[in-house]
């Protein structure tokens, strides 16, 4: 069956790092654009990075831009998030989302979230 399984998350003082990871299987990896999402609590889910299939295309929010890199490994089925100089307003739950847009319609896959709090 299909899963994404989001790790890395965690408490992070302000200005610190962290680094998210998404494994995936059940489905061909290579053949999915990847995204990663955040929610804050009492906010809508948005798209915070987002890198194409074959890895050579990555869109980032512009309230992640510069600080946030998005990378893939099609070989390990898996997706990363590297957060750098984070911000208390990063804090959220991250989601990985895999879609594909086939003739067919689209294909969409999501992780269970990982949280992320930035904190002193």
């Known amino acids: 069956q299909v899963q994404l399984v989001e790790s890395g998350g965690g408490l992070v003082q302000p200005g610190g790092s962290l680094r998210l990871s998404c494994a995936a299987s059940?489905?061909?990896?290579?053949?999915?654009?990847m995204r990663w999402y955040r929610q804050a609590p009492g906010k809508e889910r948005e798209l915070v990075a987002a890198?194409?299939?074959?890895?050579?295309?990555?869109n980032y929010a512009d309230s992640v831009k510069g600080r946030f890199t998005i990378s893939r490994a099609n070989a390990k089925n898996t997706v990363s998030l590297q957060m750098n100089s984070l911000k208390p307003e990063d804090t959220a739950v991250y989601y990985c989302?895999?879609?594909?847009?086939?003739?067919?319609?689209?294909?969409?896959?999501w992780g269970q979230g990982t949280q992320v709090t930035v904190s002193s």
């Open positions: 989302n895999a879609v594909r847009y086939a003739w067919t319609g689209t294909l969409d896959y």
């Open positions: 059940g489905f061909t990896f290579s053949m999915y654009d």
């Open positions: 890198i194409g299939s074959n890895g050579s295309t990555r």
